[in-house]
């Protein structure tokens, strides 16, 4: 898997890895992607049923409470 890093757009970083997880601010796991063979990947966000067993699987003990999820569709999404 590869995995693209931008810091505004301006400092683009590609690199592979086999586990990828995001972390929120505060420091809690809000997304991760591991590659589990040559041609799978598994996915999930906060909020998923599978997302904390997943984090589970892949050694990452730390409990996530979600009390609101606003998505918004990436149509709505701009950068600045």
Request: charged share 15%.
């Amino acid at each position: 898997m590869r995995v693209q890093t931008h810091n505004r757009l301006s400092e683009i970083h590609d690199f592979k890895a086999t586990r990828v997880v995001i972390y929120d601010d505060a420091g809690n796991p809000i997304a991760v992607a591991a590659q589990i063979g040559p041609d799978t990947c598994v996915t999930s966000v906060i909020g998923q049923p599978d997302f904390q067993p997943l984090l589970m699987n892949l050694g990452i003990h730390s409990t996530t409470v979600v009390q609101h999820l606003q998505h918004k569709p990436n149509s709505q999404l701009s950068l600045h």
